[in-house]
């Protein structure tokens, strides 16, 4: 497998090379947070400082069918906050150039 | 292994887990093991009145796999040997 | 031999893909690297629900369990 050429060779490249950066993770549960990547693992736990969850809460009594009703969002800080890796869905870095 | 030792260098401390049914418990670390299971005492539920049945339970053991999140104590977080320590584990994963 | 899946899987790295999480979300974009957990790295990614396009990462690693299928564009 030829390194692209950004250098990454395994998708856990990806996340060192975001180490002490501020970063996205989608979680399970129609939560996202953000913040600055301290720790990870194999199993994608995460540590986190400075972190900023946000929750969408799909409001089922005004949704109509087609739509998706309305959206309310919950956000909360937390300093310093480790994340289990088995909700983590995605995770991504601040944009690279 | 990285993160079982943070938990283990943050015994003693108070920390918050937030549980995948929203139940949030703070109380004192008292261990954790490699599976990240925990054992909390002089807990604390944050919502009381969804979860009455709490109330009387000064301590508690947490299956690793039904936590969301913990909530560490930030002064007690070397943030640099953290990501020092991450850095060397992933090195050790690449070399296997 | 070129008909295991992971020679597949190496052909396309490098490629424009669609990944289908089991929730139903797609992400398109070009897959750099993916290991044998099937974790995913992409770039340029387009995250699509139902068709709309509701968020856009220029890197996104994507945990191996939620991964569904990935196809060819």
């Given amino acids: ?97 | ?96 | 031999m070129s008909g295991s899946p992971t020679d597949f899987l190496k052909g396309v790295v490098g490629k424009r893909v669609i990944v289908r999480l089991t929730s139903g979300v797609d992400y398109r974009g070009i897959l750099s690297c993916l290991d044998g957990y099937m974790n995913i790295a992409l770039e340029q990614t387009e995250e699509h629900v139902n068709g709309i396009v509701t968020n856009r990462y220029g890197d996104a690693f994507i945990r191996g369990n939620n991964g569904g299928y990935r196809s060819r564009r």
């Fill in chain 2, 1 to 96: 292994m990285l993160i079982f030792s943070v938990f283990k260098t943050l015994t003693d401390q108070r920390v918050t887990v937030e549980l995948k049914n929203d139940l949030s418990i703070s109380g004192v670390l008292k261990s954790v093991d490699q599976f990240l299971n925990i054992r909390l005492d002089s807990i604390k539920v944050l919502d009381e009145t969804r979860h009455p049945h709490m109330m009387a339970v000064k301590n508690c053991f947490i299956r690793g796999s039904v936590v969301r999140y913990v909530q560490l104590p930030a002064e007690h977080v070397d943030t640099q040997l953290l990501e020092d320590a991450t850095r060397r584990e992933a090195a050790n994963q690449a070399k296997r």
């Fill in chain 1, 1 to 97: 497998m030829d390194p692209s050429s950004t250098g990454i060779q395994e998708p856990f490249d990806l996340i060192r090379l975001s180490l002490s950066e501020r970063v996205f993770v989608k979680l399970r549960g129609d939560r996202e947070l953000t913040g600055i990547l301290h720790a990870y693992d194999g199993h994608m736990n995460l540590i986190l400082s400075d972190a900023e969850e946000t929750i969408m809460i799909v409001d089922p009594v005004d949704g109509n069918f087609e739509g998706q009703g309305t959206v309310k969002v919950a956000k909360r800080k937390m300093e310093m906050l480790f994340v289990r890796g088995d909700g983590v869905i995605l995770v991504s870095p601040p944009s690279r150039t």
